[in-house]
């Protein structure tokens, strides 16, 4: 009979000290068995050990890695590897330990740290650095950079410019890098005033600013465009194909139908943007005829069938798999697959045959999911409606096609959707109300206007619908005991909570640190918050409060959905795992040829890890080619005032959203008043040394545009606003050789005007 014990038992084989420094010698590397050696233990007595380290784990002491190690909570090593990988509610950088795979204590970079030495690009998010790390008495940690990695051959994105003396200079693009390089010798004539160069640093001088050898000149850098092509040459965007990929493209034939099912004579049709060209969804629905589930519906979800075009281990594929995902810029798509495939021979486009990967699925009248059945199937898309075309259809507002399939098609869709909303409501997911920008670009790659994206319930039905599909998919291949790469969502970090927790009672909410996150406590917050002067910030800072979702063979759920299991199958032009989630349920459930390969099973991790790093790249490039086109967009209104909200503040400034672009601009501390302004990192506000009056965080400010870089994609702005009155505090800043002294919080005085 096996003896439960506790590490702080006498009769135990050891004590909790000596599995506790066991653990600390593994460094988050030693497994049960490697504990059981490192301590000596055979027999019964590794059973105990099992039962003292789940003590140890739920008492919060260790924490059991994914690669089931321990490693001890919080501990980490004066210095480590880190990754920047966000921003908090103030715009402090956060870190996290690139070996550590467990909740990390909150890490900050030091003020000043991501600055960039001279000739460098500072650090931003996605960086990797060296760094010692430095304990505070709460327990968070400071990062100092000891140096960046993988910089090397690092490149560099720069305008050439030429000085009133002909001298040259190359300005970085990368508005957190603050030095100029110079050209090396022979290099000028390469490059004219305003050209975009990538560079490369061609020596270490130790004395004034360095040099750098021109590798490519990418284009110019006042040309309306200039924001796409700085975007994806700064983040490494591969573009175009190489020529094995185009040989193959070339080389393929139109699939058959073959002993596919035949999905012609259902009316499934595509629900995209008015301006989609690739279009890799069909959908239909209808009553069940079921007896047994009456009320209930049938919905059935095309998908392209990519993985009968694109061969494992092939060119195409090596190529898709090395762009992860398609890029979309405010002027351009940077496509994953060449345009012959993904806008025509892989596209559910209307009126023709082609090729799908499908889903049939049964729910009740409640949304229930009763059953799915997957098919390699034939369709033709009955036709292509844009969001708006389909919702003015149903509003009584429908004009042309969509009329005309109003009452056989799209109505049954919205009577499905109607029953899945339902079920949606009962398992509540993360409701966060944010606003999508959109970019009107004119035929000369200039901006015509920056607009909010409508939300219609036609969006809201593709997506569940879309969600359902995912779910149908990981589902499917657990059935199969299948490995695949899942969409994952971890619940957020608490270091996250907690910041969020100190937040909330700034704006007169409130939450118990007793109380685990739930997306139904989120929700909670913001239907409080809602129709108040604070909503848009609540959902700001809510937002921000969340983990980002990944792709991982390990399925921990998805928080922010609320489900247990779930895949990315419904993009397959545009997404490498969804290519593989394809792959990986024709060999499951035998559906023909192009199956998962044995190889590609065996690298699903690897993948996951690739796509996303890519889709995170893909990311950061479209968010800098929006903030250089708006940036554009705003340069011949400088001197103007528009309405903002503080979405930001920080030791050296207050972050500014505008209410008309969405952009967001910087306001420095040294413009905020004839005062010092201190950083209250636990009310998110800037503070009046003297007279206590407060910048905060939510805010609503009134700005003027001081500056605004294209090339950069910043904006300087200026607070017009007063600030809310406060109270003086006891204890004030007194100027002292040009400086402030710190308060007793430790606060530093800001810059003065």
Request: net charge neutral.
């Amino acid at each position: 009979m096996t003896r439960k014990t506790d590490p702080d038992d006498t009769s135990s084989p050891f004590t909790r000290e000596a599995l506790i420094e066991a653990i600390k010698l593994g460094e988050g590397r030693f497994s049960k068995r490697e504990l059981a050696r490192a301590l000596n233990l055979k027999g019964d007595d590794r059973i105990l050990l099992k039962e003292a380290l789940k003590t140890l784990e739920e008492d919060g002491t260790i924490v059991r890695t994914r690669d089931k190690t321990y490693a001890l909570r919080g501990g980490l090593p004066p210095v480590t590897v880190l990754e920047i990988v966000d921003r908090d509610v103030d715009g402090e950088m956060l870190c996290r330990p690139v070996k550590l795979d467990h909740d990390a204590p909150v890490i900050r970079l030091a003020p000043g740290e991501g600055a960039g030495k001279r000739g460098e690009s500072a650090a931003g998010i996605g960086d990797k650095v060296l760094a010692r790390l430095e304990r505070e008495p709460d327990g968070s940690y400071t990062a100092r950079i000891i140096k960046k990695l993988g910089r090397s051959a690092h490149r560099i994105l720069c305008v050439f410019r030429v000085g009133d003396r002909g001298g040259a200079r190359l300005v970085p693009v990368d508005r957190r890098s603050k030095h100029e390089l110079i050209p090396v010798r022979g290099e000028g004539p390469q490059a004219k005033e305003g050209d975009l160069v990538m560079v490369r640093l061609s020596s270490e001088r130790r004395h004034g600013l360095k040099t750098a050898v021109i590798d490519e000149i990418v284009g110019d850098a006042a040309s309306p465009r200039a924001g796409s092509v700085i975007a994806l040459a700064e983040h490494g965007i591969p573009q175009g194909f190489a020529e094995p990929e185009e040989a193959e493209v070339k080389a393929i034939r139109p699939v058959k139908m073959g002993d596919r099912e035949d999905l012609t004579g259902i009316p499934l049709i595509t629900i995209d943007p008015a301006d989609a060209k690739d279009h890799d969804d069909a959908v239909w629905a209808a009553p069940d005829d079921d007896p047994k589930n009456d009320g209930g519906w049938v919905v059935i979800v095309a998908i392209a069938d990519v993985a009968a075009y694109v061969q494992g281990g092939a060119a195409l594929d090596r190529g898709a798999r090395k762009r992860g995902v398609s890029v979309y810029l405010p002027d351009r798509v940077v496509p994953m697959l060449p345009e012959r495939l993904s806008n025509d021979l892989c596209s559910l486009r209307e009126g023709e045959e082609r090729p799908c990967l499908a889903v049939r699925m049964v729910f009740d009248k409640s949304g229930n999911k009763r059953g799915h059945r997957f098919i390699r199937g034939w369709m033709r898309s009955a036709a292509k409606l844009s969001y708006n075309e389909a919702q003015d259809a149903i509003d009584g507002k429908g004009t042309g096609k969509a009329e005309t399939l109003k009452k056989d098609v799209l109505e049954p869709l919205w009577g499905a959707y109607a029953a899945l909303k339902a079920a949606r409501d009962r398992r509540e997911p993360l409701e966060i109300d944010s606003p999508e920008r959109k970019i009107r670009i004119g035929e000369d790659g200039s901006v015509i206007a920056v607009e909010t994206r409508e939300r219609f319930d036609a969006h809201k039905l593709i997506e569940e619908m879309m969600i359902q599909a995912n779910v149908a998919a990981a589902e499917a291949l657990e059935e199969k005991k299948t490995p695949l790469i899942y969409r994952v969502h971890d619940e957020p970090g608490s270091e996250k909570i907690d910041s969020l927790v100190s937040f909330l009672p700034t704006v007169g909410l409130k939450w118990s640190r007793a109380e685990r996150p739930t997306p139904s406590r989120f929700n909670h917050v913001l239907k409080q918050a809602r129709g108040g002067e604070h909503y848009a910030t609540v959902n700001e800072v809510v937002l921000r409060s969340q983990s980002q979702a990944v792709y991982d063979t390990n399925n921990i759920g998805h928080f922010g959905l609320n489900l247990a299991k779930y895949a990315h199958f419904t993009s397959p032009i545009r997404r490498y795992a969804d290519l593989t989630v394809h792959r990986a349920l024709i060999r499951a459930w035998r559906l023909g040829a192009n199956g998962q390969t044995d190889e590609e099973r065996a690298q699903l991790q690897a993948i996951a890890e690739e796509t996303t790093s890519n889709e995170r790249r893909a990311m950061a490039a479209e968010r800098d080619a929006t903030d250089r086109f708006i940036a554009a967009f705003l340069a011949d209104r400088i001197g103007g005032e528009f309405t903002g909200r503080i979405t930001g503040v920080t030791r050296f400034g207050a972050f500014v959203r505008l209410d008309e672009t969405g952009a967001d601009g910087i306001c420095p501390i040294s413009g905020l008043g004839n005062e010092y302004f201190v950083h209250d990192e636990a009310a998110h506000a800037l503070v009046g040394e003297r007279s206590g009056d407060t910048y905060r965080l939510g805010m609503a400010v009134r700005v003027k545009l001081l500056e605004a870089a294209p090339v950069t994609g910043g904006l300087v702005l200026e607070i017009i606003s007063q600030p809310e009155q406060g109270r003086a505090p006891k204890s004030r800043f007194r100027k002292k050789g040009g400086r402030g002294r710190p308060d007793r919080a430790g606060h530093k005085p800001s810059h003065r005007r």
